[in-house]
């Protein structure tokens, strides 16, 4: 084999690799992604929404950049995983003790409608001082839980009234405001603690690259 | 012939008695580490949780509940899909096999108390009637705990 052909075979094979590459980004990431859920919330940097907090703020995504974050979706007439999740990251909360000092904590309502500002201030006060409630106009709470993959759904029971599905996931974020993992719902304590505490020294990487 | 009719008799009488099973004693049903979440007002549904133990030998089946704290009490089940995707739906009546208990816990069963006809105030109790298929009925006092409480007062 000439040094020539090496070199074509060589240049072949990069450029069968760099295709591979593009059509794979194309497919998974790109823009011939499927939109599904079950994808990774996108960047908090990339968000666009408009909500306000239970004190009466507004706020939005770059609210939760510069230190690092969880969040999650629930509405406070969900009986059992709402309050559930509120109380294990209470827990989680107390566990990390000022380790998670500085942290934003925010629970977004999928049920904007019984959800006010009033009926979230009432609901959070029942649980870590750090947890925030935020709630808005539902095409904002749509376009907040897109940007998370959040899915959620209305459901009618019976004598009229309604309950929510939801992703009951609790999405980390580093405080550059980049997707760190989630926590689901019914994962295990002892494993939700180490999640939070990496997503918490991801800022500290950070600060070491500058 | 009458030998043959009073045999037949006797054969159906017994088909009957052995058809018709026992009904389970709910006598025997023991409920543990009951406990409930304060409310907010009375608008929001509240829930309890607690352990149903059958120490007998027969199966139980738990058909309902009743309480004068909540006009529509009723079991219901929290279940969470592969896209971590929460949602809540009536269980039905539920049988307990002898020797086996069945958890009412967060993020699975759960007695749900809709139309509240008063706040749970935590620090309180409140009486629910367990109803089983043989007639039969459990009165379970179950204290009220904190919203933010994880499970039952040890």
């Known amino acids: 084999m000439t040094r020539r052909s090496i070199l074509k075979y060589a240049f072949a094979g990069i450029a069968a690799i760099v295709l591979t590459l593009v059509v794979g980004w194309w497919q998974v990431d790109g823009p011939g992604a499927p939109e599904q859920a079950g994808l990774r919330p996108v960047a908090l940097s990339e968000m666009e929404f408009r909500l306000t907090d239970h004190e009466g703020n507004e706020v939005g995504p770059e609210n939760l950049i510069g230190s690092p974050s969880m969040v999650f979706f629930g509405f406070t007439y969900c009986p059992d995983v709402c309050p559930t999740t509120l109380s294990d990251i209470s827990g989680w909360l107390d566990d990390l003790g000022e380790e998670a000092e500085g942290m934003n904590v925010v629970f977004i309502t999928v049920d904007p409608e019984r959800d006010t500002v009033e009926a979230m201030a009432e609901y959070v006060g029942y649980f870590h001082p750090s947890i925030r409630g935020w709630t808005g106009p539902e095409e904002e709470i749509a376009r907040a839980a897109q940007g998370f993959r959040a899915r959620y759904g209305r459901v009618p029971t019976e004598g009229g009234d309604y309950t929510m599905n939801h992703t009951a996931s609790v999405f980390l974020f580093d405080a550059k405001g980049r997707f760190s993992t989630m926590i689901d719902y019914h994962e295990p304590r002892e494993f939700a603690v180490p999640k939070i505490r990496r997503a918490l020294n991801r800022e500290t990487g950070g600060q070491h690259e500058n | ?154």
């Not at chain 2, 909540?70 to 929290?78: G, L």
């Open chain 2, 1 to 154: 012939m009458k030998t043959v009719l009073y045999g037949l008799m006797a054969a159906s009488m017994f088909a009957s008695s052995t058809a018709t099973p026992v009904e389970a004693g709910s006598e025997d049903v023991v409920v543990e580490d009951a406990w409930a979440r304060a409310s907010i007002g009375v608008n929001r549904p509240g829930v309890a949780y607690m352990t149903i133990r059958n120490t007998g030998d027969e199966a139980v089946i738990l058909t309902g509940l009743r309480t004068d704290l909540a006009m529509m009490p009723d079991i219901h089940q929290t279940s969470t899909n592969a896209d971590g995707v929460s949602s809540m739906a009536p269980a039905g009546e539920i049988e307990i096999a002898p020797g086996e208990s069945v958890s009412l816990e967060p993020g699975g069963l759960h007695a749900m108390l809709m139309r509240l006809q008063r706040p749970m105030a935590k620090g309180e109790s409140f009486s629910l009637t367990l109803d089983f298929s043989d007639g039969g009925e459990i009165v379970v006092e179950v204290p009220i705990l904190g919203i933010a409480a994880r499970g039952p007062e040890s």
